[in-house]
């Protein structure tokens, strides 16, 4: 079965420093997200990119945070200066049609910021 | 703003038992809800969905269950195995032009062997 693949599983980083996360969406889709889970809370939507730009993205996704399709088959988020408030799980998810139709989501990232 | 939440934190099954998890949403917009399973250390996976011209969808052992009228949706889990102790969040969509999903707060399901 097609799968998000997301990598490393584990980052930590020192607050200050930038970080990539990287993932590789499902080939066929055309929809991408990344959303976030803080220890013991809900996951929290981040950004949506469809067609090489952003869709939306919520109040968590400030100047620090970015993200980029550098070629058809990776899709990244870059945080430019972390803090120790970024540590989190991060998930890439993909989606053919559209949040209308479900995603799939990677195994996550886990980020932390010391 | 609107949006997503679910009744109970925690819920504890006995083996072979059925479950059932609640989630209330307050976004009379949302035309398509999900439900996901997720396990320590891993990504949200999709359980079941169902959109909002129905009332029930039945999956394999999983059953969701939507009340419009009240605004709420539920998962039941027949016959509860030691395997589907995890985290499970709802989700909606919110019907604003594909916006993206927004997940309730979770409810843990702990299956006693």
Redesign the interface.
């Known amino acids: 079965e097609p799968e998000?693949t997301?990598t490393p599983s584990h980052q930590v980083t020192q607050m200050g420093q930038e970080v990539i996360l990287r993932c590789v969406p499902i080939s066929n889709h055309l929809?991408f997200?990344w959303?976030r889970q803080i220890l013991g809370?809900?996951?929290?939507?981040l950004v949506?990119f469809y067609n090489n730009e952003i869709?939306?993205k919520s109040e968590i996704f400030d100047d620090q945070f970015s993200v980029e399709r550098p070629d058809g088959s990776n899709f990244t988020l870059k945080i430019r200066s972390t803090k120790l408030e970024d540590s989190a799980m991060y998930?890439c998810?993909s989606s053919e049609l559209?949040?209308?139709?479900?995603?799939?989501?990677?195994?996550?990232t886990r980020l932390t910021v010391v | 703003g609107e949006s997503v939440g679910l009744h109970l934190p925690t819920l504890s099954v006995q083996e072979g038992d059925n479950s059932i998890i609640n989630c209330a949403y307050s976004n009379s917009a949302s035309d398509y809800f999900i439900w996901y399973k997720q396990e320590s250390g891993k990504g949200p996976q999709f359980i079941i969905d169902i959109r909002s011209n129905m009332d029930k969808r039945q999956g394999q052992r999983v059953t969701v269950l939507l009340n419009k009228t009240v605004k709420h949706l539920s998962l039941q889990i027949a016959a509860t195995q030691p395997g589907d102790s995890a985290v499970y969040f709802c989700a909606e969509n919110g019907n604003s032009g594909n916006t993206p999903l927004v997940f309730g707060k979770g409810t843990r399901l702990s299956v006693i062997a």
């Open positions: 998000v997301q929809y997200y959303y809370q809900k996951v929290e939507f949506s869709s939306e998930f998810a559209g949040a209308d139709y479900g995603y799939t989501f990677g195994s996550g």
